[in-house]
């Protein structure tokens, strides 16, 4: 039988991708592209779009983080096959990126122990490579068991 997990992690990347889901999420990840999703992987490429910027016009930080925390805990998902929340979760910024940028993404899971995941994630500037932001983040899977109607 084929392990549905890592194709349920891409269709909700995809959904919030297209402004489906929980605001902050869809806002955030409006036309975010998936272009690789495996067991514990995931890579996408992203155009930062309007509305998610800080004064000066560079992509802020805490969409980053929203960014992160999201495509990593998919990554875990298409892993595991289960929910996950974050119970530790850091971004260290090396560089920042301007509106209409794209990026480059990619989340992996580095860990797995009983309930306990960890994954990394990278943003490179496409194009050149050029680190902006790494996280490296714990989740715990929770007991909620997705059925085959869920959006995750």
Same mark, same amino acid.
């Given at each position: ?64 983080? %929203?960014?992160?925390?999201? +495509? *990593?805990?998919?990554?875990?998902? $298409? @892993?595991? !096959? ?22 480059? %993404?990619?989340?992996?899971? +580095? *860990?797995?122990?009983?309930?306990? $995941? @960890?994954? !990394? ?32």
């Amino acid at each position: 039988m084929e392990d549905i997990a890592p194709q349920t992690a891409k269709r909700w990347l995809e959904d919030l991708s297209k402004g489906l889901g929980v605001e902050i999420d869809a806002r955030t990840l409006k036309g975010l592209q998936v272009v690789h999703v495996q067991k514990g992987l995931i890579r996408c490429n992203f155009v930062i779009p309007n509305g998610v910027s800080d004064k000066d016009g560079n992509w802020h930080t805490g969409a980053i983080a %929203i960014l992160m925390d999201t +495509v *990593g805990a998919a990554a875990i998902f $298409s @892993s595991a !096959g289960r929910i996950t929340v974050s119970v530790d979760f850091s971004v260290s910024y090396f560089s920042t990126a301007k509106i209409q940028e794209e990026v480059e %993404i990619e989340a992996k899971v +580095v *860990g797995q122990k009983g309930k306990l $995941s @960890s994954v !990394g994630v990278e943003i490179r500037r496409k194009g050149n490579g050029e680190l902006i932001a790494v996280g490296k983040q714990w989740m715990v899977s929770t007991k909620m068991v997705l059925s085959g109607d869920s959006k995750l």
